[in-house]
């Protein structure tokens, strides 16, 4: 059975207690009862979570096994790969997330077990008035002056803020200390990794009182502190002109396709994952055709070719791949 269909997958839902509804009221997504779904991981190949197929001959197959047995047609000149390298979710924060960090490569490689480091791609779907990105620390704030504030408890002080819009594109490598705030919807493209260390939890408890594990010294030693305030992505245009980049980057690139009527991609021998943010796109190969709702994602395997895409109205969909 050949890999060389566009894929889809079963969610792996994340319950936290910062999550709400919005996996559900503005994606779309089958949640259960509950007011904290927090996070819908798309495509993931790390340890024990898995994207299982869910559609055509390869249905329940893990994505691992994906990479093992058919890694040529699903990876392309990227092949051969330990394990699928992006991840890629939707996140519903309800409340203020954490203050955080992830390590590079370097410094992951180094853990027990070993990871990869953890750079990561924003793109704003939808957010309350009054909501902010918590983005890189604030000029003039080194490690004495930013432990000093989360000893007082007071770590936003150090943080530089952004009101966010819906569609603006955050890039947050590895090593850059951040938090979504309360209020966000966002589609998150990263490296395949789950290495956080919490700076800072706004002082919150569970209800039987107690804090959640924090980080601080791990943190503090994995910022990097000349990197400054992060604000949105300019968009690129490219030669086509219904496509712009919002970031390219040595870990993955990322696209914006605005579309109305019929056009192609070309996936040029390396998997794409796209995601649909707005309207509906339908997807057709010589013997498959799909179609991506809002919240809908697929992973087109190297070995596809070209993809026809339609929309009967304006739709919008992220195209996310390997440099």
């Not at 954490?98 to 750079?119: C, F, M, W, Y």
């Not at 705030?181 to 569970?206: H, K, M, P």
């Amino acid at each position: 059975m050949p890999c060389d269909y566009p894929l889809q997958f079963q969610q792996v839902f994340r319950r936290h207690l910062w999550g709400g509804r919005r996996l559900g009221t503005v994606l779309g997504k089958n949640i259960g009862e509950g007011t904290d779904y927090a996070e819908s991981w798309e495509v993931v190949d790390h340890g024990r979570d898995q994207s299982i197929v869910a559609n055509g001959s390869l249905a329940g197959r893990a994505l691992t096994e994906l990479v093992n047995q058919y890694g040529n047609e699903l990876m392309g000149q990227h092949h051969p790969v330990a394990r699928f390298p992006l991840l890629f979710k939707f996140i519903d924060a309800n409340r203020d997330l954490s203050i955080q960090v992830h390590p590079d490569d370097e410094r992951a490689a180094n853990l027990d077990p070993p990871d990869l480091g953890k750079t990561e791609a924003w793109i704003v779907l939808d957010h309350d008035p009054g909501s902010v990105l918590y983005a890189g620390l604030k000029r003039g704030f080194d490690r004495a002056a930013l432990a000093r504030e989360v000893a007082r408890g007071t770590t936003e002080l150090c943080m530089h803020r952004v009101e966010p819009r819906t569609g603006d594109c955050m890039f947050i490598p590895a090593g850059i200390v951040h938090a979504l705030g309360a209020g966000c919807v966002i589609a998150e493209i990263q490296q395949s990794s789950d290495t956080t260390y919490r700076l800072f939890d706004w002082n919150r408890v569970d209800s039987d009182g107690n804090a959640r594990t924090l980080h601080v010294e791990e943190a503090l030693e994995t910022i990097d502190y000349g990197s400054g305030p992060v604000n949105p992505q300019i968009p690129v245009a490219t030669e086509i002109g219904h496509v712009e980049q919002l970031l390219a980057c040595d870990k993955f690139v990322l696209d914006r396709w605005r579309i109305a009527g019929t056009r192609t991609l070309t996936v040029d021998d390396r998997f794409h994952i796209v995601s649909t943010i707005s309207g509906s796109v339908e997807l057709s190969t010589t013997s498959h055709t799909i179609d991506l709702k809002v919240g809908n994602t697929a992973l087109l395997p190297a070995a596809i070719g070209t993809v026809e895409l339609r929309a009967d109205s304006s739709a919008t969909f992220l195209d996310m791949y390997l440099p």
